[in-house]
């Protein structure tokens, strides 16, 4: 885990860093080179490093111990974390939007003047385009080693800042060749992968708040484990609690009725031997309770039927 919190540090060190850099030279460049689309970019970098910092704090606080009013740790905070980041985006494309469409609507209405970008607005876009194409990559692979669901909502963002420095590109020499209106439009498709981006990060992690079952492959894995247990006649039910990369299993099973206490504990007890040493890597806790089977009770809650 200290591992895992270290690599997470740095990731998030290395984006606040490069956010900050591309903060300032898009901000700049994007006013003093005429730029609505690089201007734009720039706010959204703005925000990242607003919400970097977040970040840093929320994963500080996730690293604390287990105490008596968070048996389970604080790992949730990875989560919450996630959301923040998603509130932010979508904060930040729905302001971008309205602004680069009013712009769009002066420039064609000619209630104001158009002017063309400088060179310098295309040279800072196409180097936050592959200073963004390194961090995405390094951040994703960062995602898959951690599965903190915050670094993996970074990536996305990584991601979203590539599709916008090429839609700057594009804005940007249109607008040399005499299209104005193209620049801040080019902001204005910006800013709606912004919003796409941000909408679907909160999405992701609130179903996993929610504690929804992580993927259908995994409810498939638990059903069929646990029915190969001998002496499990059925599943009555499954509760699956995440807590950062780690998640709690509660299941309800059914065995036969004539038999003694001591032979239903020994049953769920190789129930939870058996989920515990296949799910060796991210599975912590399995609590497994036992009923007498019931054969009109065919439906199981919490996981997919086959």
């Known amino acids: 885990m200290r591992d895992r919190d270290t690599l997470t540090a740095l990731t998030i060190n290395l984006g606040l860093f490069s956010n900050i850099l ?179 990060i909160i999405m992701e992690s609130s179903s996993d708040l929610m504690d929804r079952v992580p993927d259908d492959d995994l409810g498939r894995e638990l059903r069929d484990l646990t029915l190969l247990v001998d002496g499990v006649k059925g599943i009555e039910d499954v509760g699956i609690h995440r807590f950062g990369p780690y998640f709690t299993i509660s299941m309800t099973i059914s065995v036969a009725g004539d038999i003694t206490i001591d032979e239903g504990h020994h049953i769920s007890q190789r129930v939870e031997e058996s989920l515990l040493r296949h799910f060796d890597k991210g599975l912590r806790n399995v609590h497994i309770h036992y009923h007498p089977y019931d054969p009109h009770s065919a439906d199981i809650k919490g996981i997919p039927a086959l």
Do not use: C
């Open 22 to 200: 591309l903060a300032a030279a898009k901000t700049s460049i994007g006013i003093l080179g005429h730029s609505p689309a690089l201007l734009a970019d720039g706010i959204n970098s703005t925000s990242d490093v607003v919400y970097y910092i977040a970040v840093k704090i929320f994963m500080r606080q996730a690293q604390k111990p287990a105490d008596k009013e968070h048996p389970y740790g604080h790992r949730q905070l990875e989560s919450i974390s996630a959301i923040v980041v998603g509130a932010f985006i979508l904060t930040t494309g729905i302001t971008i939007f309205w602004e680069s469409l009013n712009k769009v609507y002066e420039l064609i209405s000619q209630t104001e003047i158009g002017r063309s970008a400088s060179g310098l607005a295309l040279v800072i876009a196409l180097t936050t385009f592959i200073l963004k194409i390194g961090l995405y990559f390094y951040t994703k692979n960062t995602a898959g080693k951690t599965r903190n669901p915050t670094i993996k909502a970074l990536a996305n963002d990584h991601l979203n800042d590539i599709m916008a420095s090429i839609a700057v590109v594009i804005g940007v020499v249109m607008g040399r060749m005499g299209y104005y209106w193209m620049d801040p439009a080019a902001g204005a498709l910006v800013a709606i992968y912004i919003i796409k981006t941000g909408i679907e």
